[in-house]
């Protein structure tokens, strides 16, 4: 008896529950406050010792475009400058990157920078190392 009587009572509660959590869109996580600032993804590049791979060079950066229009064209280039960034990060490490020494931040980050300007055909995209890391695996 006592059964049929609370039976009704938890179908109304669960009829004026509130929405699951799972219901809701889940928040957008912003690195930045920032609108013209744009996260682009970790880029990896294998790092050569006597013809064999030692190790993995991280490269983390971030674009501010303060102007719109460019800042549009650069979220819609996004593919081809990673593209174009891994490719010249890959030839850099081949070419300057050893594991005894610390890579030249100040080079990987004007190396990027041109390759912005150029894969955009123009100026005013600044490209902001967040990350450079080296992991060596002898």
Not at 1 to 16: E, F, Y
Not at 115 to 121: E, I
Request: with cysteine; net charge positive; proline share 7%.
């Amino acid at each position: 008896m006592r059964a049929a009587r609370t039976l009704p009572l938890l179908s109304l509660l669960l009829l004026a529950a509130p929405a699951r959590a799972d219901d809701q869109a889940a928040p957008v996580h912003k690195v930045t406050q920032s609108e013209s600032f744009i996260m682009v993804e970790p880029m990896y590049a294998t790092i050569i010792d006597s013809s064999r791979p030692c190790g993995l060079l991280m490269v983390a950066i971030g674009l501010d475009i303060p102007n719109a229009q460019l800042r549009g064209t650069a979220e819609h280039a996004l593919p081809v400058l990673r593209d174009a960034y891994l490719r010249n990060l890959m030839i850099y490490t081949a070419a300057s990157v050893r594991p005894w020494r610390q890579p030249d931040v100040n080079d990987i980050s004007n190396r990027l920078q041109r390759v912005t300007d150029r894969a955009l055909r123009k100026t005013g995209a600044r490209v902001l190392l967040a990350e450079v890391a080296m992991r060596i695996s002898k």
